[in-house]
């Protein structure tokens, strides 16, 4: 039995009632899960005290605009924030330092998930990873994109770009698999949730120190979002 159907196996047999486990993404082979959270970027001198967290009246609706228009957050330009890591934004709104952080702060254009600098960091990371061993990919569940023609169940030696290029058709929520030939760690995707990184434990430490982007260690039956 190739890895292929070995994985395949793995997630047909799930059945869960909670699938917010990372038990059920990730493959039982990889020992240790981690979240892999996308970076997030603050505006310093953003008034949060000011910016009204509710919208119901005209006065709170005014001030917001005044404040949106003011910062010109509108188009949420990247560029307007800088990265700031997890500590140090749970510290500046003293909420828990964890990978539900960002879920915690209060909603404001003030701070944002930025998108571009993951995935420039994300492709970097897996180059790195990927330097002594080729990736497969697996799409385990892929009935709802039939429409796309081109997608295909099983990816051997794919590419970086060609894996990039089919996670940004479908904004990361295809059912997916990313791993290493060797076996030594995998990525995973789904739909409505994290991403999330599985890796050998002897291999720990060497496979966080190659990841740009920050990762949380969740247990099998811990709570991801």
């Known amino acids: 039995?190739?890895?292929?159907?070995?994985l395949i196996q793995f997630?047909?047999?799930?059945?869960?009632?909670n699938w917010n486990f990372?038990?059920?993404?990730v493959p039982e082979l990889f020992e240790s899960k981690?979240?892999?959270?996308?970076?997030?970027?603050?505006?310093?001198?953003?008034?949060?005290?000011?910016?009204?967290?509710?919208?119901?009246?005209?006065?709170?609706?005014?001030?917001?605009?005044?404040i949106e228009q003011e910062f010109n957050v509108l188009l949420k330009d990247e560029k307007l924030y800088k990265p700031i890591s997890i500590i140090d934004l749970a510290n500046r709104f003293n909420v828990p330092f964890s990978h539900?952080?960002?879920?915690?702060?209060?909603?404001?254009?003030?701070?944002?998930?930025?998108?571009?600098?993951s995935?420039?960091?994300?492709?970097?990371?897996?180059?790195?990873?990927?330097?002594?061993?080729?990736?497969?990919?697996?799409?385990?569940?892929?009935?709802?994109?039939?429409?796309?023609?081109d997608l295909k169940k099983e990816y051997r030696n794919i590419e970086i770009e060609k894996y990039f290029e089919l996670q940004?058709?479908?904004?990361f929520q295809l059912e997916t698999c990313l791993f290493s030939e060797n076996l030594e760690w995998c990525i995973t995707t789904a739909e409505e949730a994290p991403m999330l990184l599985g890796c050998k434990k002897e291999l720990e430490s060497e496979i966080k120190k190659k990841m740009d982007l920050e990762l949380f260690k969740v247990e099998n039956e811990q709570e991801m979002y």
């Not at 039995?1 to 070995?6: A, K, L, R, T, V």
């Not at 505006?43 to 509710?54: A, S």
């Not at 940004?168 to 904004?171: D, K, L, M, N, V």
Request: proline fraction near 4%; charge should be negative.
């Open 1 to 6: 039995m190739n890895i292929f159907n070995d």
């Open 11 to 17: 997630y047909n047999s799930r059945n869960s009632e």
């Open 22 to 25: 990372a038990k059920h993404y």
């Open 34 to 66: 981690f979240i892999v959270h996308w970076d997030y970027g603050i505006i310093e001198n953003f008034p949060f005290d000011k910016y009204p967290l509710k919208n119901e009246t005209l006065e709170e609706i005014n001030k917001r605009v005044k």
């Open 100 to 117: 539900k952080t960002t879920n915690l702060i209060p909603e404001t254009p003030g701070t944002s998930f930025l998108d571009s600098l």
């Open 119 to 149: 995935l420039s960091k994300l492709k970097e990371s897996l180059k790195r990873l990927s330097e002594n061993s080729q990736l497969n990919l697996l799409i385990y569940d892929s009935e709802e994109y039939n429409y796309h023609t």
């Open 168 to 171: 940004e058709i479908f904004a």
